[in-house]
């Protein structure tokens, strides 16, 4: 049994708005204050430092956080959409993601931020198999591809610059990417 008292509503939601804020702060810029994330959530420092106290903690629990989302939804983006335009806007909604990551630069390079990225690997490996299943039960990608070499072809989608031009070459790259999936004929 736990002596760790349950949080109060306020507390959750006040850690889920500095999540998003969050999110979306490093997102625009990496070098986002955790003072102009407080403001920004409508929490004072002190809440914020409560629930994060340090900037890498802050930044680890984001990509934990965004991790977590978008591998639970797979299934609703599979409801939403046929297998292989799934697969394609998630792995979209991921390379945001990694590019956040990695404008984050050192921050996300202690061992501490090792072992939430290296944890991030499984379940992220099967979302991917989960969408490959859905679009091989389609007939739009050939059986058997192995989830790992989808997720290491598809990095590149991360490393095009995050502008108009970088977005046009992710969805070319993304296009071959898939064509090499296909099943043959």
Not at 115 to 133: D, F, H, I, M, R
Not at 136 to 148: L, M, S, T
Request: aromatic share 4%; with cysteine; proline share 7%.
């Amino acid at each position: 049994m736990s002596d760790a008292a349950p949080q109060r509503s306020d507390a959750v939601k006040n850690r889920a708005v500095i999540l998003q804020v969050a999110h979306d702060a490093l997102a625009e810029s990496p070098d986002a204050s955790l003072n102009s994330i407080a403001k920004r959530a409508g929490v004072g420092p002190g809440t914020l430092y409560r629930h994060f106290p340090t900037r890498e903690a802050l930044i680890l629990e984001v990509h934990r956080h965004d991790t977590e989302r978008l591998v639970a939804s797979v299934p609703d983006v599979l409801a939403a959409h046929p297998p292989l335009d799934a697969l394609r806007q998630w792995f979209t909604t991921l390379a945001s993601y990694v590019r956040i990551k990695h404008g984050l630069g050192e921050a996300l390079n202690s061992a501490a931020a090792q072992e939430v990225v290296s944890a991030s690997w499984p379940p992220v490996t099967a979302a991917v198999k989960q969408l490959l299943a859905a679009c091989e039960r389609a007939g739009e990608v050939r059986p058997g591809i192995d989830p790992v070499d989808v997720i290491m072809l598809m990095s590149c989608l991360w490393r095009t610059p995050d502008n108009a031009e970088g977005a046009a070459q992710a969805e070319r790259l993304l296009e071959l990417a898939i064509d090499g999936f296909r099943p043959k004929s």
